[in-house]
Nanobody
Framework: QVRLVESGGGLVQAGGSLRLSCAAS????????MGWYRQAPGKQRELVST???????TYATSVKARFTISRDNAKNTVYLQMNSLKPEDTAVYYC?????????WGQGTQVTVSS
């Protein structure tokens, strides 16, 4: 079993910044992908940014140039630096880790951006 613990969410004004962290622990053998998704009220969960096992990164178009994903492999931790936050970034942000054939999710951390 894999456990994901997120931290770093909160309330910020538009234009501000937040940094999310996600630490993975447990039966980690070979991570195929690890990153962030978000779900706003009344909307489906969507990809924000992920790393693949090859080290490449993916970003949602809406966050490109504002958000940066990074990782510390030694700590099995990924970070999401979020700059120039907008009210539409308000959502619960979930950490995700894929280790074939399973995908694991964190409990989520709330990010609220006020206008």
């Amino acid at each position: 079993q894999v456990r994901l613990v997120e931290s770093g969410g909160g309330l910020v004004q538009a234009g501000g910044s937040l940094r999310l962290s996600c630490a993975a622990s447990g039966s980690i053998r070979s991570i195929n992908a690890m990153g962030w998704y978000r779900q706003a009220p009344g909307k489906q969960r969507e990809l924000v940014s992920t790393f693949t096992s090859a080290g490449s990164t993916t970003y949602a178009t809406s966050v490109k140039a504002r958000f940066t994903i990074s990782r510390d492999n030694a700590k099995n931790t990924v970070y999401l630096q979020m700059n120039s936050l907008k009210p539409e970034d308000t959502a619960v942000y979930y950490c995700s880790l894929t280790q074939f054939p399973s995908t694991y999710w964190g409990q989520g951390t709330q990010v609220t951006v006020s206008s």
